[in-house]
């Protein structure tokens, strides 16, 4: 339970300059209270029955610099708070400064840009940093400085605010730890350029809280700025959602001579800041997220990490980095482990860099994209490619966000494997999706086997689609019939002195489609008949010339399902996540654990690209409504299309039946279509009983007789 006191109405009616917040754990409740003015507090609230006795007490300092921003963007995380196991009270205090605040934070964030990794708060100290770091750049004969930060610029432009966070504990010293720690992760989702420190403090802390009031240990440089404050000041109601900036914009500035006794005219920065033009505030947060983390595992020092290279994909990001002086390449790779705990990712992979002493990490963004499979169909990229290469699909989009563009007849046949959840039948329906946007009926024939009677099923009202299959004898009587047709088309080839069909089409002006066989389950099928896995191998081992294509997919790849000779002739493979380390290894034939994250993050092979690629499968739609709407309108367009052309072929006929003229070349100008559907809509009439076909005697078409009319 999560209760709030003296919230936005509170915060009008400011005291001595003093606010903050309390957070507060006791037993199952959660209280937070919000207060402007010095006033001693009751603990826990009147709501709670129990007594809060707090035993031990922190405090929180920033380890580096006032310069150096926290986070603008996040809020300390109440309901996480709820999980602490034990009894602790958080104090965050705040009191506005004055002006000169921005002035010593410009100070260091100069002093930085000129080398000093953390400036000292100390101006004396400060000049001593600067004066080292220029003295060693002189001896190494090279300079270095820290690089533009434009959070901290930022920073200097808003209203400063000495800040104090406090925590009291009330379990014993041996059970403390636990809830130290676990207020620790609290405020480290806080961090950014800087990180909060804590550090114990002595019982008299207590008097300070309860009065909330500063204290002589209170760090007069923990400044934090207007963004950095709204942490502590989580969104309550929606009529407080506000809440955080009449706490800020009203709160009178207390001096604080400590600061720089000597008062200093302050140098105005104007508002232009240094930025590139590509800055992504994800990549420069990966780059100091990876950079505190190599520095608590102890790889970088004083010394900043160079990044040579981010690439962002819409579920994984790999970083390139300059390996460390003094750092080899196999002792990071040995710490890969503990750099994983430190940016709490499930997963990182190294390998070298393509440049000598550099390594390329990789491992999940912290927020995912969808990959949404119709913007990728539209784009010219993939209308050119499908020209170019028929039964053109797209498997995704790599790490780098760049498409995987890709075809069924290129890659022969396809291995498609994962548990639920993993992406799998999204994959296939983006799959088919493509090939029957980019397909006509009269081009591609599309058979399906659905033991589940729900993906495929969709399919089913396509001209495309001769037939979705649930009965598992029928299934098998279906894959018997196609080694048939493969056997005859064999035989055509053999007889026209061709390698392939498309040869064959191209030599003798017939139409013959491609055909597409798609198998969800393939566990199912190979269960309920010895023969599936004999007619599977010798398609996957000939169907490919003869224009048939197998797609078969499975939840269970095991050893006893895709079998070697399976693999051996479907060599293209697409994994999604599985349920086993061993699932992995059976479908690419080598140990490993990825650790996919499901919903259509994948690992593939392609026959003919070297190496294993990791991949976002695209996404048709986001829900089963949108999913139907979408097919729907594709099947309409094909169904216009349709109409549309029988309509020319009726006109076809007419000229034909006036003319006489059968000449491709004729027929391609008065319809005003392409060779190759001039020579389709010419076999189509020979299939009505419009025409005769070309033979050996007249290499023409010529009419039956002048009485046949369109049916």
């Not at 390996?323 to 940016?343: D, F």
């Not at 046949?413 to 799998?424: D, F, L, P, Q, V």
Request: aromatic letters at 8%.
């Amino acid at each position: 339970m999560i209760t709030f006191y003296d919230t936005l109405e509170g915060a009008r009616h400011l005291a001595d300059g003093r606010f903050g917040v309390d957070f507060i754990k006791h037993g199952e409740e959660v209280t937070v209270r919000y207060f402007t003015q010095s006033r001693r507090v009751s603990l826990p609230p009147s709501s709670c029955p129990e007594t809060f006795r707090p035993r031990m007490f922190y405090q929180a300092f920033p380890k580096r610099a006032a310069c150096f921003p926290f986070s603008f963007s996040k809020v300390i995380d109440i309901e996480k708070m709820a999980r602490i196991p034990g009894n602790v009270w958080i104090q965050f205090l705040a009191r506005k400064r004055d002006e000169r605040w921005r002035e010593l934070v410009m100070e260091q964030y100069d002093a930085y840009l000129t080398g000093v990794p953390n400036p000292s708060a100390n101006r004396w100290l400060r000049r001593v940093q600067e004066w080292a770091a220029e003295k060693i750049m002189d001896v190494s004969g090279w300079a270095e400085g820290g690089v533009v930060i434009p959070a901290a610029e930022q920073k200097e432009q808003e209203d400063g605010y000495q800040a104090s966070i406090r925590i009291a504990v009330q379990e014993e010293r041996r059970t403390r730890m636990p809830l130290v720690r676990f207020a620790e992760s609290l405020l480290s989702n806080l961090s950014d350029m800087n990180e909060y420190e804590i550090v114990s403090a002595g019982k008299g802390l207590l008097t300070y809280m309860e009065e909330r009031n500063f204290c002589p240990e209170d760090k007069r440089s923990f400044l934090l700025c207007t963004s950095e404050i709204k942490a502590f000041f989580p969104v309550v109601e929606k009529e407080e959602s506000q809440l955080a900036e009449p706490l800020l914009l009203d709160a009178p500035v207390e001096i604080d001579p400590a600061i720089d006794p000597a008062p200093r005219k302050v140098v105005e920065i104007k508002a232009e800041r240094v930025q590139e033009e590509k800055s992504d505030a994800e990549i420069e947060q990966t780059k100091r997220k990876l950079e505190k983390a190599m520095r608590k595992i102890g790889f970088l020092h004083e010394q900043r990490l160079d990044v040579s290279d981010v690439t962002k994909g819409p579920t994984m990001q790999q970083v390139t980095i300059r390996i460390p002086k003094g750092v080899s390449y196999n002792a990071l790779a040995k710490q890969i482990k503990n750099l994983q705990a430190e940016l709490g990712v499930e997963e990182i992979s190294i390998t070298q860099g393509k440049q000598p002493g550099t390594a390329a990490l990789l491992f999940r963004r912290d927020a995912r994209e969808i990959v949404w499979l119709e913007p990728l169909i539209e784009s010219e990229e993939f209308r050119a490619y499908a020209k170019k290469n028929d039964l053109a699909f797209i498997a995704g989009v790599d790490i780098a966000g760049k498409p995987i563009y890709e075809s069924l007849v290129r890659l022969k046949h396809i291995i498609s494997a994962g548990t639920t959840g993993g992406g799998k039948t999204e994959f296939l329906i983006a799959l088919l999706y493509c090939l029957l946007s980019v397909h006509s009926p009269d081009d591609m024939y599309i058979y399906g086997i659905d033991p589940k009677r729900i993906a495929l099923s969709l399919f089913r009202p396509f001209s495309h689609v001769k037939g979705i299959l649930t009965d598992m004898d029928e299934a098998v009587e279906l894959l018997q019939s196609l080694t048939d047709e493969m056997d005859r088309r064999y035989q055509l080839m053999e007889e026209a002195g061709v390698e392939s069909i498309q040869e064959y089409c191209e030599e003798t002006g017939e139409k013959i489609p491609y055909i597409v066989i798609v198998i969800d389950e393939y566990a199912d099928l190979s269960m309920t008949n010895e023969t599936v896995e004999f007619f599977i191998i010798r398609l996957g081992q000939l169907a490919r010339q003869a224009g048939i294509h197998v797609v078969l997919a499975t939840q269970r790849p095991a050893a006893d399902i895709l079998t070697s000779k399976i693999k051996t002739n479907l060599l293209s493979r697409f994994c999604f996540l599985c349920a086993s380390p061993g699932d992995y290894q059976t479908v690419f034939g080598k140990q490993m654990s990825p650790a996919l994250m499901g919903k259509g993050d994948g690992l593939c092979v392609r026959e003919g690209i070297p190496g294993m690629t990791r991949f976002q499968a695209p996404l048709l739609a986001g829900s089963s409504k949108e999913k139907k709407g979408k097919l729907e309108a594709l099947r309409s367009k094909w169904m216009q299309q349709e109409d549309d052309s029988e309509e020319k072929l009726e006109q076809l006929a007419a000229y034909i039946e006036q003319t006489g003229e059968t000449r491709i070349r004729e027929i391609q100008k008065f319809l005003g279509v392409r060779t190759a559907l001039a020579q389709d809509m010419m076999q189509r009439l020979v299939t009505k009983g419009i025409l005769l076909p070309p033979s050996e005697k007249n290499p023409r078409y010529r009419l039956t007789n002048s009485e046949n009319k369109m049916t």
